[in-house]
């Protein structure tokens, strides 16, 4: 199928400011069946305190919540995010599509509201949003320095639930960008944000396992793949070709669409994996991603990232 002949949804990939950058997590296309997979057992706690439990049979974030809920008789819409080997809500270690087979799941559930009104002074809010994969918004980071830095009751790990009223809980990472970004400049705002249930300072993780970045750091290592279609797969971490190819992809990411996801480069350069030319990637995108409805001249750069990856030019 020619590239320029794909059917897409081209509104979508004009959201291109920078006024609120954008991580998701997003998990890869679907792959064969890996039968050991659903055997894999997790420990998990609840981050703010709990017994530990163990969860298994599950093949996407949606799943794992699922399982975390039964595990601990919550409601998984309670759940905002995990994090891994670690109970703080540290933005480093939280839990993409990808689980280390030793890794410690925690997970974070909704604390405490709190509404906040600002004066949208700069164009520029400071924000980088994220979402948990099942519909939760949060923010990931804050720019230091920048307006939501000097809004002190606006913190990273914290929920956007609403936005001048509007209820944006189940809208996905990018849309609650957008809506951010469309703020009038010189007019208030308002949010209602829901911040994660604290942990007590002094709990630590009961189980003495790696941290994300040191695993992450040894080659080989294997991880589970989450998926939304297919069951999970067990895989090798990123060669370190792969890796270059996923930087300069997050690069691209925020130069055509003002956003930065490296769990949404990963999925890219692994649907161009086995591909031969760019059409074949341009389908292969459409299907696994087509919601992002990427420009045909995003695609040909991504495409050609890959190839430089491979040949060694990165």
């Known amino acids: 199928m020619p590239l320029g002949l794909r059917s897409k949804r081209k509104d979508k990939s004009k959201e291109t400011s920078k006024l609120v950058e954008s991580e998701a997590v997003v998990p890869a296309p679907a792959a064969g069946p890996a039968p050991a997979a659903s055997r894999l057992q997790f420990h998990t706690q609840l981050a703010h305190g709990s017994p530990t439990g163990r969860v298994e049979g599950f093949g996407s974030a949606r799943e794992l919540y699922a399982k975390i809920g039964e595990a601990f008789h919550i409601d998984p819409a309670e ?51 994220t979402d948990n994969g099942t519909g939760c918004a949060f923010i ?23 936005i001048n009223g509007k209820n944006v809980s189940h809208c996905r990472h990018y849309e609650v960008a957008k809506m951010l970004k469309d703020l009038e400049k010189g007019q208030m705002f308002k949010l209602e944000l829901i911040e994660p249930m604290r942990a007590f300072e002094k709990l630590e993780p ?43 992809v997050d690069e691209l990411l ?10 949404l ?38 495409w050609g990232a890959i190839g430089d990856a491979k040949q060694g030019r990165l």
């Open 79 to 129: 759940i905002m995010f995990c994090t891994l080997n670690t109970h703080k809500a540290d933005m480093d270690k939280l839990l993409g599509a990808q689980i280390g087979l030793e890794d410690f799941i925690f997970a974070h559930i909704k604390g405490q509201r709190k509404e906040v009104e600002i004066l949208k002074t700069d164009d520029v809010l400071g924000l980088t949003i």
């Open 140 to 162: 990931k980071r804050i720019k230091e320095g920048s307006l939501m830095d000097q809004t002190k009751m606006v913190c990273v790990g914290d929920h956007i639930e609403t």
């Open 206 to 248: 009961r189980s003495k396992v790696k941290t994300l970045s040191e695993g992450k750091i040894s080659r080989g290592r294997e991880t589970l793949r989450l998926r939304t279609k297919g069951p999970a797969t067990v895989e090798e971490m990123p060669s370190e070709v792969e890796e270059k190819a996923i930087k300069k």
């Open 254 to 263: 925020e130069t055509y669409m003002g956003i930065r996801d490296i769990e």
């Open 265 to 302: 480069a990963a999925t890219m350069v692994e649907a161009g994996r086995d591909k031969k030319n760019p059409d074949e990637f341009a389908v292969a995108l459409d299907e696994t991603l087509g919601d992002f409805a990427f420009p045909d001249e995003f695609v040909f750069d991504v």
